[in-house]
């Protein structure tokens, strides 16, 4: 994310103290973790010069998502980590910013992105700023961008690999992240929840019912 404009960009990093395999070929034993050095982790997120950094426990995460091996639940609390993480400093600092990314750390961008920020940039101050009404209805502050998944279930999905909006959208995806959550938890205790049959799905359909429930307006990226 670095640009040629002189804007700032600031880094707000998540993660887990532990690797789990259940999406992977080569380990045959699904439910396996392995647990990682937290001091390893925190000088590998060192590159980024994060404004602030979250790393949860094993034992946290199997509180917040329950005990279903395959709950997508660690993906979603990680998310909202780093979003609050975000809204705390805006907080702290009186300020709130004008975009906020949201990516993964496996994600690398096509060398003909590498000026992806001074392209945005330019489209938002010239294009977005003037149509932003037209191009969400007048929700206001409420506007996402992301790139919708073909599946064939009908519910709809969202790649999780980067998406960004406006600082209050994510406050609102890291609200809801955490209900998602939580509702997993008490879907393993037989309880009322709110997102039914959703620990099945994959974090694309959770993203999808996390902006619905929040009430997003979500358009393709530029």
């Known amino acids: 994310f670095k640009n040629t ?4 960009v600031d880094f707000f990093c998540a993660t887990k103290d532990y690797d789990n395999y259940y999406t992977t070929h080569y380990e045959s034993t699904p439910d396996k973790i392995k647990r990682l050095d937290i001091s390893d982790l925190t000088n590998k997120l060192s590159v980024y010069n994060p404004k602030d950094i979250a790393i949860s426990t094993l034992e946290e995460d199997e509180r917040r ?7 997508n639940g660690h993906m979603f609390s990680q998310m909202s980590n780093s979003i609050m993480l975000k809204s705390k400093y805006e907080v702290n600092n009186d300020m709130q910013y004008d975009v906020v990314f949201v990516t993964r750390y ?16 330019t489209w938002h101050n ?4 003037n149509k932003q009404y037209d191009i969400f209805r007048g929700i206001g ?11 064939t279930s009908p519910k709809i999905a969202y790649q999780d690999m980067l998406f960004f909006g406006s ?18 938890h008490y879907k393993t205790n037989k309880k009322t929840h709110i997102y039914p049959d959703l620990y ?3 974090g694309h359909e959770g993203l999808g019912y996390i902006f619905r429930k929040s009430n997003i307006s979500v358009s393709s990226l530029p």
């Open 5 to 8: 404009l002189g804007v700032n």
């Open 65 to 71: 998502r329950g005990a279903h091996p395959q709950s």
């Open 106 to 121: 496996d994600i690398l961008f096509h060398p003909k992105l590498s000026n992806y920020l001074d392209q945005y940039i």
């Open 126 to 129: 010239k294009e977005f700023i």
């Open 141 to 151: 502050d409420s506007w996402m961008f992301n790139v919708p998944v073909n599946v």
């Open 167 to 184: 600082s209050m959208t994510m406050d609102l995806v890291a609200s809801n992240s955490l209900l998602l959550t939580n509702d997993q």
């Open 200 to 202: 099945r799905r994959d």
